[in-house]
């Protein structure tokens, strides 16, 4: 089962904690970077902090459907087309 990060807003909103305050040994990036899905998938340990921090089991930050990943779009660089020179001859 996956982390569902709009739960763990949903439970810290609930229970009024700032992610600042989660604690536990969790950083205030580590927090925000799971909540805003910067990683989709953090680490047991990282959700197990967060859970014991949000006074909740671990079974609560997770999600019961498994989605396909999402897929962002790549960006590519375009290429910029090399201007041809004109040959100049002189007209004599």
């Known amino acids: 089962m996956p982390f569902d990060r ?3 807003k ?3 909103k609930e229970k ?3 992610l600042a305050y989660l604690g536990n040994g969790l ?3 580590a927090a925000r970077s ?3 899905g910067a990683r ?3 680490r047991i340990s990282t959700v197990e902090k967060i859970a014991k921090g949000l006074g909740v089991p671990i079974e609560a930050l997770l999600s019961e459907h498994v989605a396909p990943p999402e897929k962002k ?3 590519r660089k375009r290429r910029k087309k090399k201007a041809k020179k004109e040959a100049v001859t002189d007209a004599g």
């Open 16 to 18: 009024g904690i700032d």
């Open 34 to 36: 799971a909540e805003l």
């Open 73 to 75: 779009p790549v960006k």
């Open 10 to 12: 949903a439970i810290r």
């Open 27 to 29: 950083s205030y990036f």
């Open 40 to 42: 989709p998938d953090p």
């Open 6 to 8: 709009d739960k763990m």
